[in-house]
């Protein structure tokens, strides 16, 4: 198969240390990972992009507490939005953040099931 052709694949493999701002950026989006109901939507949007109305139905939570949550994930730029005729649809932005919810609760898993580690 001609290199052009050639599917690429997300590199997990960073040859140099990360520096202070890298840290802190990571600090930062980890940090909108703790909270359960901000992960809960970004496994959802993980899932599909999706309005407020469909993440209330789905996550339990009041309208009120997904629109603040969902206003934090935008400014720190982990979700974006796009207007579909009077609908607001939230989506994350990038695979990147996709593999990281994903990767973090299929972690937990282990720790829940008791399912033994794998690579």
Known sequence: ??????IP?????????????????????FRMLSDPTRLHLLWLLA????????LVEQ?????TSV??????????????TQKHSRHVIYSLTDGHLTRLVMEGL???D????GEPSHD
Not at 1 to 6: S, W
Not at 17 to 22: E, I, T, Y
Not at 47 to 54: K, M
Not at 74 to 80: A, E
């Open 67 to 80: 629109s603040q949550h969902l206003a934090k994930l935008r400014f720190s730029g982990l979700v974006t």
């Open 1 to 6: 198969m001609k290199d052009a052709q050639r």
């Open 9 to 29: 694949v997300p590199s997990l493999h960073h040859p140099e240390a990360p520096d202070s701002r890298r840290l802190e950026a990571a600090t930062a989006t």
């Open 106 to 108: 299929n972690h937990n």
């Open 59 to 63: 996550t339990g939570a009041s309208r």
């Open 47 to 54: 899932l599909e992009p999706s309005d407020v109305g469909t």
């Open 110 to 113: 282990h720790e829940v099931t």
